[in-house]
T-cell receptor, first 114, second 114 residues
Framework: DADVTQTPRNRITKTGKRIMLECSQT?????MYWYRQDPGLGLRLIYY???????NKGEISDGYSVSRQAQAKFSLSLESAIPNQTALYFC?????????????FGPGTRLTVL | AQTVTQSQPEMSVQEAETVTLSCTYD???????LFWYKQPPSRQMILVIR??????QNATENRFSVNFQKAAKSFSLKISDSQLGDTAMYFC???????????FGPGTSLSVIP
């Protein structure tokens, strides 16, 4: 019973297509994040949201957009996918009231843009 | 801006031996949190250990411990009695005490050899 889920887990698409990656959480956390992981670069922050009405750009937001539909849902969109957006994408949540200030990650979405 | 550096892209260790992974960071903040996350081949991100900068005592979690040198801005992870299940990517991460976003290093790939 995963607390943070991502759909799809894997996706292959073509250049120019619009893609949406979805994230849902049952942890009741206010804060949600989208990262992309590339070999040798670690995880880089795309967008983050501290509540439903608060959306912030991360370090690599160009080419991406997000929607916080509810406290539990945070979607990432690629309006027109390009090959260098091929990466592993992670959603994460956090609770600043938590004892460990920990981020809880979903299982990741492997996206390939041809 | 904060940065996190991991200078060892790959490391290996014999089973049951001890290994130390290095991490350095750059910040002008005085209060912050540091983390080590583990990503096994399953790609799930798992928090291994955390350190609060205002605490001088190094954190310990079972076989995992850190050497936190605040003045040197160094945060190394020591894994004792290495096990095959420790094979994973390890990411060092930084977060300001204002509970802002988390900055990740590029990662170190650790292989435990039987």
């Amino acid at each position: 019973d995963a607390d943070v889920t991502q759909t799809p887990r894997n996706r292959i698409t073509k250049t120019g297509k619009r893609i949406m990656l979805e994230c849902s959480q049952t942890k009741g956390h206010d804060r949600m994040y989208w990262y992309r992981q590339d070999p040798g670069l670690g995880l880089r922050l795309i967008y983050y949201s501290f509540d439903v009405k608060d959306i912030n750009k991360g370090e690599i937001s160009d080419g991406y957009s997000v929607s916080r539909q509810a406290q539990a849902k945070f979607s990432l969109s690629l309006e027109s996918a390009i090959p260098n957006q091929t990466a592993l994408y992670f959603c994460a949540t956090s609770d600043v009231q938590g004892a460990r200030n920990e981020q809880f990650f979903g299982p990741g979405t492997r996206l390939t843009v041809l | 801006a904060q940065t996190v550096t991991q200078s060892q892209p790959e490391m290996s260790v014999q089973e049951a031996e001890t290994v130390t992974l290095s991490c350095t960071y750059d910040t002008s903040e005085n209060n912050y949190y540091l983390f080590w996350y583990k990503q096994p081949p399953s790609r799930q991100m798992i928090l291994v250990i955390r350190q609060e900068a205002y605490k001088q005592q190094n954190a310990t979690e079972n076989r995992f411990s850190v050497n936190f040198q605040k003045a040197a801005k160094s945060f190394s992870l020591k894994i004792s009695d290495s096990q095959l299940g420790d094979t994973a990517m390890y990411f060092c991460a930084f977060m300001k005490a204002s509970y802002d976003k988390v900055i990740f290093g590029p990662g170190t790939s650790l292989s435990v050899i039987p």
